[in-house]
């Protein structure tokens, strides 16, 4: 018989630590936000993949039937604009990285993932959000694209703990068209000599955040367990989600758990390829093994940022040469009676197991 331990989250939505608790039975959904495939993908975003992928291993440890759906976003302006740079077709481009992708997470033995779905691969269920959005009066049409109206939606911030009024006047994505400042795209127009398809709005491409919403409502239905991705990705990404899915559905919450992770940043800044400051997942590949970098990236607690630096992955292999080392010696030992010392060793396992939350 499966025994089922006890497990507690931080839960972003809700900013407390909760008991883990699936919406139905013992199933779980878990959705996390995958790359955007333009070019090869850097530690911060293995940081991210390999700490969903230990979580999902312990929720199956647990006895849970868990489906982790992973989207793949192939339809975005990063790679339609590397693809004209190059003088490259967009979507060869984007399954060429992809692959790599592929590549990156099977060297890391991240193997826990039950489906990469692409956004490309679901324009009906986007079109038939968009347009339901529309009817109900939570998107409004102009001539650069379809917009969401951030008024029409109360709880917006509830996520990101932002103030409506504040929200309503931050620009993120410029456009004199729209009514708000804040107000996001569900889908943007763009010229014929772009990459894009035909809609019943204009030609053009999806807005991003839409991409995830019809992907996941397509697998997942009205509700699911837990959503994943960096903390940078909460606002607006994870917010605008929220309020696109709890009005085309009418149910909430949308997702029960939001689950963040912390960056990887490089002398306290972000790692990231605009501000030329990553490493590739395959060049640190080429110097440590796979169980030494995620030892690496799982050596902080999960929320906090984890600074990069050579030298801490070379801790992190004598962190794991140790570990092998305990492990041929634990071999060799004679099982007996428990002592003292072996109560002392697993009450330490326990605040051990208890700290990880």
């Known amino acids: 018989m499966t025994v089922f331990a ?15 608790e699936p919406l139905v039975g013992r199933r779980v959904f878990m959705f996390v936000c995958g790359p955007t495939v333009y070019d090869y993908s850097h530690l911060g975003h293995a940081r991210t993949y390999v700490f969903y992928d230990t979580l999902a291993r312990f929720l199956r440890k647990l006895g849970y039937s868990l489906f982790y759906l992973q989207n793949i976003t192939d339809v975005d302006d990063k790679i339609v ?12 481009l984007a399954r060429e990285f992809e692959s790599y992708y592929y590549e990156d997470m099977r060297a890391l033995n991240i193997t826990s993932v039950n489906l990469y779905a692409r956004a490309s691969d679901y324009l009906k269920e986007i079109f038939e959000q968009v347009e339901t959005l529309i009817k109900l009066g939570k998107a409004y049409v102009t001539e650069s694209g379809v917009y969401f109206d951030i008024t029409t939606f109360p709880d917006y911030g509830k996520l990101s703990g932002q103030r409506p009024e504040e929200l ?4 993120i994505e410029p456009d004199p068209t729209k009514r708000n400042p804040g107000d996001f795209a569900l889908w943007r127009n763009r010229p014929r000599e772009e990459f894009g398809w035909e809609s019943p709005w204009g030609y053009g491409r999806p807005g991003w955040h839409i991409e995830d919403t019809a992907i996941s409502i397509k697998h997942f239905g009205k509700q699911y367990d837990i959503h994943g991705g960096a903390i940078e990705l909460a606002f607006p990404h994870h917010e605008a989600e929220i309020a696109q899915a709890e009005s085309f559905t ?6 029960k758990y939001w689950i963040h992770t912390g960056l990887l940043t490089v002398e306290g800044e972000k790692m990231s390829k605009s501000l030329g400051n990553f490493v590739t997942i395959r060049e640190a590949l080429r110097e440590y093994d796979a169980n030494t970098l995620r030892i690496f990236l799982l050596s902080r607690h ?10 801490y992955l070379e801790q992190a292999r004598s962190s794991y040469e140790r570990i092998i080392n305990c492990l ?28 990880f939350y």
Do not use: Q
């Open 81 to 92: 604009n590397r693809a004209a740079e190059e003088g490259r077709d967009p979507v060869e």
């Open 6 to 20: 006890d497990l507690v989250v931080f839960n972003t939505l809700t900013r407390r630590f909760e008991p883990f």
């Open 250 to 255: 009418g149910e909430k919450p949308f997702v």
């Open 168 to 171: 309503r006047v931050h620009r």
């Open 302 to 311: 999960y929320r906090s940022p984890i600074d990069f630096r050579w030298e």
């Open 328 to 355: 041929e010696n634990l071999k060799e030992l004679e099982i007996g009676e428990e002592g003292d010392e072996e109560r002392e060793f697993l009450s330490r396992v326990r605040e051990r197991r208890d700290s």
